[in-house]
Antibody
Framework: QVHLVESGGGVVQPGTSLRLSCAAS????????MHWVRQAPGKGLEWVAVVSSNEGSQYYAESVKGRFTISRDNSRNTLFLQMDSLRGEDTAMYYCAKATGWVAAKSQPIIWGQGTLVAVSS | QSVLIQPPSVSGTPGQSVTISCSGSSSNVGSDTVHWFQQFPGTAPKLLIY???QRPSGVPDRFSGSKSGTSASLAISGLQSEDEADYYCAAWDDSQDGVYVFGTGTKVTVL
């Protein structure tokens, strides 16, 4: 059974950095692309980024491009999201999700974790 | 700002059928498959429909998806109280070097 557990969220000040982690189990982590999706309080879903199974390709939403970096460690079955230059509008629940296949492009987030909350506030 | 437009809310009585529309463009819905997600308050989204009209194992056949051109729809037949949730469509968008986009979301209320 696929299990995804996000961690690393918290309250941080604008302009600072935070790294989220997503521990995966129940499937061959290294064979699947992985997504990050976020949801601001009371708002809809916003896709953040996706990384291919071998980290060969990444895609980002315009709102985070140049500030966030998605990466993975297949030996530790863990996905990361490095978030730099955080802004108030980055405040959200952050979900990691397993994709449909190994390729990042055209993949879909099909199984989601329960999320970790990030609050950016001074 | 989402590029897939959904009605903010739809409602129906138990047993009725409701439909949620998802309007996109040639760079997203018109050129890629559409997926639908269901989300209950305080919980993570769950995949409801993939590749326009396919249901994952365990999803009741009361839920069905369709796509035509740059629009897609999710239909719920025989509406039940437990269907009250938020629903989102999603698709890849080939503009902007490739991004995944969600719809604006629709709240389904069972009266």
């Amino acid at each position: 059974q696929v299990h995804l557990v996000e961690s690393g969220g918290g309250v941080v000040q604008p302009g600072t950095s935070l790294r989220l982690s997503c521990a995966a189990s129940g499937f061959t982590f290294g064979a699947y692309a992985m997504h990050w999706v976020r949801q601001a309080p009371g708002k809809g879903l916003e896709w953040v980024a996706v990384v291919s199974s071998n980290e060969g390709s990444q895609y980002y939403a315009e709102s985070v491009k140049g500030r966030f970096t998605i990466s993975r460690d297949n030996s530790r079955n863990t996905l990361f999201l490095q978030m730099d230059s955080l802004r108030g509008e980055d405040t959200a629940m952050y979900y990691c999700a397993k994709a449909t296949g190994w390729v990042a492009a055209k993949s879909q987030p099909i199984i989601w974790g329960q999320g970790t909350l990030v609050a950016v506030s001074s | 700002q989402s590029v897939l437009i959904q009605p903010p809310s739809v409602s129906g009585t138990p047993g009725q059928s409701v439909t949620i529309s998802c309007s996109g463009s040639s760079s997203n819905v018109g050129s890629d498959t559409v997926h639908w997600f269901q989300q209950f308050p305080g919980t993570a989204p769950k995949l409801l429909i993939y590749t326009n009209n396919q249901r994952p194992s365990g999803v009741p056949d009361r839920f069905s998806g369709s796509k035509s051109g740059t629009s897609a729809s999710l239909a719920i037949s025989g509406l039940q109280s437990e269907d009250e949730a938020d629903y989102y469509c999603a698709a890849w968008d080939d503009s902007q070097d490739g991004v995944y986009v969600f719809g604006t979301g629709t709240k389904v209320t069972v009266l």
